[in-house]
């Protein structure tokens, strides 16, 4: 089953800060890794202008 991500802007935007020198020093093909291990799709609600991530289950990590 999926599980939407919700995350206040507030949140987002301190998550984004401390991930951005770790973003920064991964080559592309590990960013891309990583999303795709994370992220199920992205949906848009073209008449809210809303977008909403929905994440794998357990984050698209296996749990050991």
Sequence with gaps: ADEAC???EDESAGAV????????AML???REQLMKAMVERVEYDA?????????R???GFAKE
Excluded: M, Y
Aim: glycine share 16%; hydrophobic share 40%.
């Design 47 to 55: 008449a809210t202008e809303a977008v909403t991530g929905v994440c």
């Design 6 to 8: 919700h995350v206040d």
């Design 28 to 30: 592309p093909g590990e």
């Design 17 to 24: 800060e401390s991930f951005d020198s770790l973003w920064a």
């Design 57 to 59: 289950a357990g984050g």
